[in-house]
C-alpha cells in the first residue's frame, strides 16, 4: 500500500546551516506531495507542495522537488533559522481512492540553535 | 478571516465519559477530516466526510462517532469505548475544486482522560 517514510529525527542545527529532510514514498499511480510543518501546541499549516514529476514546491525558503525516479520529495533550505524550529511532515495523497485522504510520514522535529 | 477553528483548545475527560470535540470552517470546503496525533508519531485518520448527511471511518474509527448535519461543521464525539483517548486532535478541511487533495488544519484540541 501507499506509505511515507521520513527520516528520524530530531535533527539540531546551528543558525544558517543548510537543511535537508529527507522524504521517500511508495505509491501508486501519481500522488500529490506535500510538506507540512507544525509549531509546538499548533495544527498543521501547508508549507509546500507538488503535483507531477520533476515539480518544484517552494516556500519560505524552503524548497522540495518530485523525484519520481528515486520516489523522493526531500524537503531543503539553505540557511536556517531559530523561527524555523518546529515539526515537519511529509504527506502524500491517495490519488487513487479520489477521497482526498492523505498518508503522513511520523514527523521529523527540527531543532535550530543560535 | 477564512479558517477553521476547533474549541476548546484543552479538554479534560473522566473516565468512563463521553466528550465531543468542535470543528467548524467558513472556507466553504466539501470535504472535512478527523486525526488524532499521539507524541512522536504521524497523524492518524479517524473519520472523514465529503458531503453533508455522510461520512466514512478512517484507519481508527473504533471508540469515536462523528456527525455532518452541516457542511461548515463536524463535531467529533469521543466515547468512552475509546480505550485510550489522551491525544492531540487535529481536524482539516478540503475542497472539492482542489484536484492536488490539499487539506487545510485547525489549531488542534488537546484531550486528556484524568
Known amino acids: 500500500g501507499n506509505s511515507v517514510t521520513q527520516m528520524e529525527g530530531p535533527v539540531t542545527l546551528s543558525e544558517e546551516a543548510f537543511l535537508t529532510i529527507n522524504c521517500t514514498y511508495t505509491a501508486t499511480g501519481y500522488p500529490s506531495l506535500f510538506w507540512y510543518v507544525q509549531y509546538p501546541g499548533e495544527g498543521l499549516q501547508l508549507l509546500l507542495k507538488?503535483?507531477?514529476?520533476?515539480d518544484k514546491g517552494s516556500n519560505k525558503g524552503f524548497e522540495a522537488t518530485y523525484r519520481k525516479e528515486t520516489t523522493s520529495f526531500h524537503l531543503e533550505k539553505g540557511s536556517v533559522q531559530v523561527s524555523d524550529s518546529a515539526v515537519y511532515f511529509c504527506a502524500l495523497s491517495r490519488s487513487s481512492s479520489n477521497t482526498g485522504k492523505l498518508i503522513f510520514g511520523q514527523g521529523t522535529t527540527l531543532q535550530v540553535k543560535p | 478571516d477564512g479558517g477553521i477553528t476547533q474549541s476548546p483548545k484543552y479538554l479534560f475527560r473522566k473516565e468512563g465519559q463521553n466528550v465531543t470535540l468542535s470543528c467548524e470552517q467558513n472556507l466553504n470546503h466539501d470535504a472535512m477530516y478527523w486525526y488524532r496525533q499521539d507524541p512522536g508519531q504521524g497523524l492518524r485518520l479517524i473519520y472523514y466526510s465529503q458531503i453533508v448527511n455522510d461520512f466514512q471511518k478512517g484507519d481508527i474509527a473504533e471508540g469515536y462517532s462523528v456527525s455532518r448535519e452541516k457542511k461548515e461543521s463536524f463535531p467529533l464525539t469521543v466515547t468512552s469505548a475509546q480505550k485510550n483517548p489522551t491525544a492531540f486532535y487535529l481536524c482539516a478541511s478540503r475542497t472539492s475544486r482542489d484536484r492536488t487533495d490539499t487539506q487545510y488544519f485547525g489549531p488542534g484540541t488537546r484531550l486528556t482522560v484524568l
Open positions: 507538488a503535483t507531477k514529476a520533476d
